[in-house]
């Protein structure tokens, strides 16, 4: 990690030694981290209103709704809402640029591969239906519903309410009351960067380094419903 100056010389690697090169800027290394991620809503056409501005503004005009109480952070979401998560991270540029935006650098939860990310939608084990298996909801299989926005150190991940309950596991829906681990997991050998000897200790067991973090958020039914 750290800041490099790049020189440029059209002749020699000697004279870019000598400080004879042109200078182009630097370039600079960040090793990558997961610090934050918490759980907004917006109503469909507000977030409209974000998505209808130019790609390189949208993160800025979630800001912006933020200020004017158009995003708000909550635990709790329901019909009609899109829930939006604020992945707060640095170090991810290079992943998502290779891949034409984080959306494409999804993975599915159980795949053997060690690149990219995973994230899981997991009703939580005290507001499941006894002797039932608990509701999911694959970020993977519905990446076409997914609005990625990315900013400076920052991603958003979007999706309308309806549909998670359109597209819950074994044509399941949404109950008032249910609630959701969110996790989201790095398993990217590039940025994990874990040392050959401490994963030679692990067999060489990537899965021992994932780095992830959790949030969560309850669903309550529409009034009148």
Do not use: C
């Not at 990690?1 to 400080?19: C, K, N, Q």
């Not at 940025?191 to 030679?200: C, F, G, K, S």
């Amino acid at each position: 990690t750290g800041e490099y100056p790049m020189e440029l010389d059209s002749e020699s690697h000697e004279a870019i030694a000598d400080d004879r090169g042109d200078a182009i800027g630097d370039l600079e290394i960040e090793e990558s981290s997961i610090n934050e991620f918490n759980i907004w809503t917006a109503s469909a056409d507000n977030f409209d209103d974000i998505t209808d501005e130019d790609e390189d503004d949208q993160a800025d005009a979630v800001v912006d709704a933020v200020e004017n109480d158009l995003v708000t952070q909550t635990d709790t979401v329901t019909d009609g809402d899109v829930i939006i998560h604020e992945l707060d991270a640095s170090g991810l540029e290079g992943i998502a640029a290779s891949s034409d935006g984080l959306a494409n650098v999804l993975t599915e939860l159980d795949a053997d591969v060690e690149e990219g990310f995973d994230l899981r939608f997991r009703q939580t084990a005290d507001t499941a239906t006894p002797n039932q298996p608990r509701k999911t909801f694959s970020a993977f299989d519905n990446a076409d519903a997914l609005t990625v926005i990315e900013g400076e150190d920052v991603y958003y991940v979007a999706f309308e309410v309806d549909t998670l309950n359109a597209n819950l596991n074994n044509d399941r829906s949404l109950d008032d009351g249910d609630a959701f681990d969110v996790r989201l997991r790095l398993k990217d050998d590039r940025l994990l960067n874990v040392d050959d000897d401490d994963l030679e200790d692990a067999d060489d067991d990537l899965s021992e380094f994932y780095q992830s973090i959790e949030t969560m958020f309850n669903y309550a039914e529409a009034d009148g419903e």
